[in-house]
Structure formats: C-alpha cells, structure tokens
C-alpha cells in the first residue's frame, strides 16, 4: 500500500525520511518539531543551525542523528488565517518540495505528520486532504512508501458532513448477523412446505434466450478466476496495469503476482481496492469479491462504508482510506 495512514510517533518511525513541522528558524520548537529535536539529540539542531532557516511553504534535508529515521526533511508550513491567504498552496508546497527531497536522495519509505494542523491551526480535514492529494498525485508518478503519521485521534478529522453521512448509512444498514440467522431460520422452517423447486431452463433452453455469442462470453465469465475478471476488467476499462494498481494504492510487486498465478487468490481489501480502482458497481464489485471467496456483508462495517462509497459514485481510494482509518478499520490496499 504505497500511500499508508498510521497512529505512532513519528520519532519512532523506522523509515528513511521523517518530516519535520518546523519553523522558519529552524532551531526546533513544540510539538513534532520539539519531539524531533529531542529525539535526535542534539547534533540535529547543530546542523539545522548551519542552514540559515527555512521559507515556508520549502523544505531543507539533515541527518536523523540519534532516531530510527536516516533522514530529517524539515519544512515549514503556513499559519492559518482564513483560508484566503496562499495557506493551501503553501500546505501542498510544503508535501511537495519534502517529496521531492526525499526522492532526491533515494529515500523509499517517508512519514508525514499532518503538517500546520497543530499550533498553526490549519483546520485537520483540509490539512489531511491537503496531504492526500498532494502525495497520492505523487505515487500515481513515483515508487516511494508513503505514511501520514496521525500522534493522536483528536489530531485526526475527515470533513463532519462525510462523518455523520456514513454513520447514518452504517445505522440503516447494519445488521446483527445473528438476528437475521434467526428470523430467517424461522420464516424457511415455516414455510419449506409451500416452496416449489424453482423453473430452472435447461441449458438448450437457456442457450435459446441468448444470442450464442454473449452465452458463450457469459459462460467463460462464470469461471474465470479473480485475476482473469481483474485483467479482463482493465482491458475493458482501457486502463494500463501501472494505472489500475496505483488507483487500487497497490504496488507492483503484488500486482505480478495477481497477473503471473492465474489462481491467485487475494485479501478481501486488495480484491476491494481493484474494484473501485476499477470504478465498478455494486454488483460487479459483489461478482470480483466472489471469485476470491469474498461477499461484501451487512453486519460488517468495512464493507458498509465502501458500499456507501460505491453507491455514492466516489471510487477515490485515499478518501475512503481516510473514512475506514476514522471509523477504526483497516484500509485498501495490500
Ligand atoms: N508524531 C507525529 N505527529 C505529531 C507528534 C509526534 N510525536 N507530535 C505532534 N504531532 C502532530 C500534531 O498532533 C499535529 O497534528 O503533528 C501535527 C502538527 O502539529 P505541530 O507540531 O503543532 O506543527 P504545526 O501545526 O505545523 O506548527 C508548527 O509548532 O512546534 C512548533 O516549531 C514548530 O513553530 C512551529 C509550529
């Protein structure tokens, strides 16, 4: 999963680049940038010290000194006034130039915290949008591991209109497997005796419905495996592969292995991830997941949000990775 959202520390992050919320000093402060500091020692503000400070909106590359991390990307971002002020060109510049560092000296692992969503007060969901966008239009470029490190739930916040929608939808449509086992166990017993066995066509029959060309593709369809329907799927969507995998946030890696074993069979959130990097509908999102020995279920909330994604029409994978990450569950991917 290129593009990962994590609760941790970020000092604690054993990644080739952490960034820094610095200022433009650059000689260490509060929050990320003070927990930084400290965990570095004190030969990082030494060598922040020789680099004469920091614009904002820029970023600056020390060593990582006494953290897990072998770098330190320090930028600055923007304070927030009101949103009319170059704040989110400043906040995307800040993701950008830090990217472009760490991609400058090889970095392939980089944790973000949300940068200007503390002490400079950039509102948290428009800081953490701010961030997917710029970093997952970068992954749909580069081959890099990307997290955004989140240090504490109250730091984290999607938009409270998507919040509330999908806590309404998960209300009306979720369902205590139990209960339903019952009430349906029940109604079958009772009613057993009235069901006659359903009129089902013979197959000559069957074949006299359907023109033989779309019987014949219909039949072939029935029994391909997951990754035929998922390479059938691409071609008809006139997608590339690079294209397909890096909207499902897969890499490449894993994506060789689904194309080389024809009987690959996938985790449900990768086979999930290539349906709606796919754009398909509920139904043929129901017909892929079935192929890997998967069904999308009420009395799972997983599945209930990306049904609420999907039947809304919003096959962005970094938005509903946002929304599963802030109702707890796990994320698209691999
Ligand atoms: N790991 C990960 N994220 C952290 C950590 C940590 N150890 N500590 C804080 N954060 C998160 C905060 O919860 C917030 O979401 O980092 C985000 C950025 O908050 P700040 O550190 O306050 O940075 P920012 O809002 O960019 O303000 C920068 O604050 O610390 C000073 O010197 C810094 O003047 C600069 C200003």
Redesign the pocket.
Known sequence: MPLEIVR????KMAVDAIVN???ESLL????????IHYAAGPKLLAECKTLGGCKTGKAKITGGYDLPAKYVIHTV?PIYEDGKHGEKALLESCYRESLALAKAHNCETVAF??????????P?DQALKVAIDVISDFLLENEMKVYI????KA?YKIGEKLFSDIAEYIDDHYVDERAVYRRESVSIRRSFRSVRAPQVPDLCEYKAMMPTEDLDAKLKQIDESFSQMLLRKIDEKGMTDAECYKKANIDRKLFSKIRSDVHYKPSKPTAIAFAISLELSLNETEDMLKKAGFALSHSNKFDIIIEYFISNGNYNIFEINEALFAFDQSLLGA
């Open positions: 941790n520390d970020i000092t919320a610095a200022n260490g402060g509060g929050g990320v940038d003070g927990a971002g915290p949300l940068i200007s969503s503390g002490v400079y007060g950039y948290k490190v989140i240090f504490d730091s």
